[in-house]
């Protein structure tokens, strides 16, 4: 008896009017050792952005603290003139002291000098979408929101989104703007934040997923492995297409500073996993 096909959506509707393809790049990798510095091969990392774009890709996360400003920088060498329908998202909200060094800042002014930066590097005159890469625990939530609330008014900022966040925080900056994404880890085997998933759902919020390959769960491995092999497929590969097919509002960022490694990464788009295959990886979630 043939197994049945669990299907999903190709695209989502951010912000109610960019259509974006759920399968983007994140552009942390860009950079070098400890996301610190400019990264080993530079030229590697300008094709990969535009190889990026050339398969499809039109949505790039990236953070003015991957680099610092390195990643921003490069993603304009490479992109500029941009693509019609290129949306890239940045954040603020930390600082850098040094490699993998990640203090949190979300005060007014930081955050104001951020997007400014954010802005020129990137050489736009709006972000489509700014998101707030920390609450900050010094600084009033409300604070941080007013910040963006402005920009946003002051036609800087498109659409705005909240990383690392609760419900409870997403309703409370929904009092001050629209948040239409939500950046959280998780994976297969890291279900901490499967409420916020859920909230985003049901309220048409993107969800982001970082460090979405999880792992270190032997178990987990193990299942991903046979999932893997029945679609002659790698387990990275099914661990970022699980996610495709658990959720439609789930918007995929894989990094990488290799050609090779984007493409086996795009490749995620073409797997077509099985009832079956949901229910083995689903299961992950209660390990």
Not at 34 to 39: E, K, R
Not at 224 to 241: G, P, W, Y
Request: glycine letters at 8%.
């Amino acid at each position: 008896m043939a197994t049945t096909t669990s299907s999903f959506e190709k695209t989502f509707i951010l912000g109610g009017d960019f259509k974006i393809n759920r399968l983007g790049y994140g552009a942390m990798r860009i950079t070098g050792q400890g996301i610190w510095g400019p990264p080993s091969d530079k030229k590697e990392c300008i094709r990969v952005l535009k190889r990026a774009v050339e398969l499809g890709v039109n949505f790039i996360d990236t953070a003015d603290s991957y680099g610092p400003f390195v990643s921003e920088e490069l993603i304009a060498e490479a992109l500029v003139p941009y693509p019609a329908d290129l949306v890239i998202g940045t954040k603020g909200g930390l600082l850098r002291t040094g490699p993998n060094e990640w203090p949190v800042d979300s005060s007014p002014a930081h955050l104001t000098q951020a997007l400014e930066g954010s802005l020129k590097r990137l050489k736009l005159q709006r972000i489509d979408l700014y998101q707030l890469h920390r609450i900050d625990p010094k600084v009033p939530a409300e604070k941080s929101f007013e910040v963006l609330q402005k920009a946003q008014q002051d036609g800087k900022i498109k659409h705005i989104g909240l990383s690392e966040v609760s419900v409870q925080d997403i309703q409370l900056a929904q009092q001050f703007f629209e948040v239409v994404s939500v950046q959280n880890m998780y994976s297969v085997d890291n279900r901490k934040w499967e409420a916020e998933l859920e909230y985003t759902r049901e309220h048409n919020i993107a969800f982001i997923p970082w460090f979405p390959l999880g792992g270190g769960n032997v178990k987990g491995e193990e299942a991903l492995k046979r999932v893997a092999n029945k679609h002659d497929a790698t387990i990275h590969q099914v661990a970022l297409s699980w996610l495709l097919h658990h959720s439609p509002n789930i918007l995929l960022i894989p990094g990488t500073s290799s050609v090779k490694h984007l493409e086996e990464n795009m490749k995620t788009a073409n797997i077509q996993l099985s009832e079956d295959d949901m229910d083995v990886l689903n299961s992950l979630g209660e390990l």
